[in-house]
């Protein structure tokens, strides 16, 4: 009996990583770690291993719902493969929050993590009790015209969606190698990125592409509850003077009160890759 007892522990230790992954409908999440609870969202075809170096620091003192998205990163499509992808994933996060009894987390999201985060602030006010947006805007089409509206901007919206799922694996890889140079410094983590992003369903990303290009939140800021932290990126390489970038981001948050801008200098849009120390210690801040 106490030899099958031994025998059932080893079996559950070496299963307990595979167990702790539970599946939604848009989603899976990896719990890890105990204490106070914290939801990390990866960006637009990013693996949630984007977060381990950050897992690693916190697991010890907080309990981390690591999130991968549902078709990036190599991960199946699953529902997403149908129909609009970013607002059902608010909805599904929204309800894990809730099914699992979960008292108003902390939320930390990257790049479309951080607007799927912010779109959470808004929808669910009362869900969630602080939220980190890293490079993230709440209107991200002002990246490619200033003046842009939701509905200005959905033609092309719409060609982004459709070039994404129509291009060939030779021209696709040469476009994300190309786009992640302006995206990540190191050269070992942007080759990490273009393979997330070669690894990832075509349609998932065209539409989350699609969805994020034409969904303006900027109007339904003043309605969130939860303290928000934007970290946003700031490089020599991008050719912006510090004054601009400050100003760019001020101007885009101004309708979300208290909300706290940091700017961090020497990284790119994938800052946990970037500046790790910098990164964690604001993370470190931001769940005190």
């Not at 990013?46 to 010890?60: D, H, I, M, N, P």
């Not at 994300?176 to 990125?193: I, P, S, W």
């Not at 101004?254 to 790790?276: E, S």
């Amino acid at each position: 009996m106490l030899k099958a007892m031994r025998l059932l522990t080893l079996i559950l230790a070496f299963f307990a990583p595979a167990l702790a992954v539970q599946a939604q409908d848009r989603f899976t999440v990896e719990v890890r770690g105990k204490g106070p609870d914290v939801i990390l969202i990866p960006g637009l075809t990013s693996s949630r291993a984007v977060w381990e170096t950050t897992a690693k620091a916190l697991e010890g003192r907080y309990r981390l719902h690591i999130v991968q998205v549902n078709g990036f990163a190599g991960a199946p499509a699953g529902s997403n493969a149908e129909g609009p992808v970013v607002g059902p994933l608010v909805e599904d996060i929204a309800a894990y929050i809730a099914a699992k009894k979960l008292k108003q987390p902390a939320v930390i999201g990257h790049s479309m993590g951080g607007f799927t985060g912010l779109k959470l602030a808004v929808d669910h006010p009362d869900l969630v009790g602080r939220v980190m947006v890293v490079d993230a805007l709440p209107f991200f089409s002002v990246l490619i015209n200033p003046g842009a509206t939701a509905q200005s901007i959905e033609p092309q919206a719409a060609k982004t969606r459709d070039n994404f799922i129509s291009m060939s694996d030779a021209d696709l890889a040469k476009v994300q190698a190309q786009t992640m140079q302006r995206l990540v410094k190191g050269e070992a983590d942007r080759k990490t990125a273009v393979d997330w992003s070669l690894a990832s369903d075509r349609r998932v990303a065209g539409q989350a592409t699609y969805d994020i290009m034409t969904s303006d939140l900027r109007g339904q800021l003043a309605g969130i509850k939860a303290p928000v932290t934007v970290l946003y990126a700031k490089d020599d390489s991008m050719g912006f003077v510090a004054a601009y970038v400050d100003g760019f981001y001020k101007t885009n948050y101004q309708t979300l009160p208290g909300v706290k801008l940091v700017r961090v200098d020497g990284a790119l849009h994938f800052i946990m890759l970037d500046q790790p120390e910098k990164f964690l210690a604001e993370v470190e801040a931001f769940l005190k």
